[in-house]
């Protein structure tokens, strides 16, 4: 299992969205942290599993992993030495967002 980082504005968009579901329903809060949480850890033990992300210029591949009951996309930098969490997006808003995050990362 590699070390799992996570950039900051992936961070915040995970804390918006369980700030929204806790005002919606707070129980659907932590189901959503649950599923997350659960997502990355799958990611970390097969990361070839997720989609992979293509029209991308990164020296090293980015997937895609869906949240089950909720319509966010996990996107991972799958690098040698850690796995790098670029965005928590929501699938049906502004799609591809998230791609100069990239140059954030360091191969």
Request: glycine residues 2%; positive net charge; hydrophobic residues 45%.
């Amino acid at each position: 299992m590699l070390p799992i980082r996570v950039l900051n504005e992936a961070r915040r968009e995970f804390a918006q969205a369980v700030q929204w579901y806790l005002q919606q329903q707070p129980s659907l809060a932590n189901d959503l942290a649950n599923e997350y949480i659960a997502c990355v850890e799958r990611a970390n033990e097969f990361p070839t599993t997720g989609t992979l992300v293509t029209n991308q210029r990164a020296k090293f591949e980015v997937r895609r992993f869906l949240l089950d009951r909720f319509p966010y996309a996990v996107i991972m930098a799958c690098l040698k030495e850690e796995l790098v969490v670029v965005a928590v997006a929501h699938q049906h808003r502004k799609p591809g967002y998230w791609r100069k995050r990239l140059a954030q990362i360091k191969p």
